[in-house]
T-cell receptor
Framework: KQEVTQIPAALSVPEGENLVLNCSFTDSAIYNLQWFRQDPGKGLTSLLLIQSSQREQTSGRLNASLDKSSGRSTLYIAASQPGDSATYLCAVRPNDYKLSFGAGTTVTVRA | NAGVTQTPKFQVLKTGQSMTLQCAQDMNHEYMSWYRQDPGMGLRLIHYSVGAGITDQGEVPNGYNVSRSTTEDFPLRLLSAAPSQTSVYFC?????????????FGPGTRLTVT
């Protein structure tokens, strides 16, 4: 069974600092990996999707890397802002349809 | 496009009652799924569908039924509500094999069973 781990569970940084969020998974036979953002009491918003054949994806201040062989993905958020405060979830899709989610990293950016 | 919509936003049930959580999408996505989110447990897959008329069980299917009569709608039925089903329920959809499989989520239904 695929296990997805996100470390740390919580992170607090001053505004302007770069954020590094980690996601690890136990089975490297994945189809893709997706990063989501969740604000309190809200649904999930897709940030980046990385296919298994890709090494990274970028969108604005966000960059996600994927190392399938070592079972790791990292989400980088450059020059953090208070509006980046949220919970960030990674989800791995194996070769069937069943997504496996990590428990998330809750980020607080202090003004 | 409205994306993925869910109703109701909030619901309180008594133990033993039944109800249906509604989910609809207007993106012509083949795949739809239901998740529940509990503190400390993350998101867990309840049921999913790969197209109209086709459904399958996820990780935690007991106590829930689904059907998919149209591409757009994927309702989740609670047969006899139990306090253990108190949770936040999310519906998601995506394209199938020829697309990117990016998942789009609805805003969620917060359910309390007393």
């Amino acid at each position: 069974k695929q296990e997805v781990t996100q470390i740390p569970a919580a992170l607090s940084v001053p505004e302007g600092e770069n954020l590094v969020l980690n996601c690890s998974f136990t089975d490297s036979a994945i189809y893709n990996l997706q990063w989501f953002r969740q604000d309190p009491g809200k649904g999930l918003t897709s940030l980046l999707l990385i296919q298994s054949s890709q090494r990274e994806q970028t969108s604005g201040r966000l960059n996600a890397s994927l190392d399938k062989s070592s079972g790791r993905s990292t989400l980088y958020i450059a020059a953090s802002q208070p509006g980046d405060s949220a919970t960030y979830l990674c989800a791995v899709r194996p070769n069937d349809y069943k997504l496996s989610f990590g428990a998330g990293t809750t980020v607080t950016v202090r003004a | 496009n409205a994306g993925v919509t869910q109703t109701p936003k909030f619901q309180v049930l008594k133990t033993g009652q039944s109800m249906t959580l509604q989910c609809a999408q207007d993106m012509n996505h083949e795949y739809m799924s239901w998740y529940r989110q509990d503190p400390g447990m993350g998101l867990r897959l309840i049921h999913y569908s790969v197209g109209a008329g086709i459904t399958d069980q996820g990780e935690v299917p007991n106590g829930y039924n689904v059907s998919r009569s149209t591409t757009e709608d994927f309702p989740l039925r609670l047969l006899s509500a139990a306090p253990s089903q108190t949770s936040v329920y999310f519906c998601a959809s995506s394209y199938g094999k020829d697309r990117s499989y990016e998942q789009y989520f609805g805003p969620g239904t917060r359910l309390t069973v007393t």
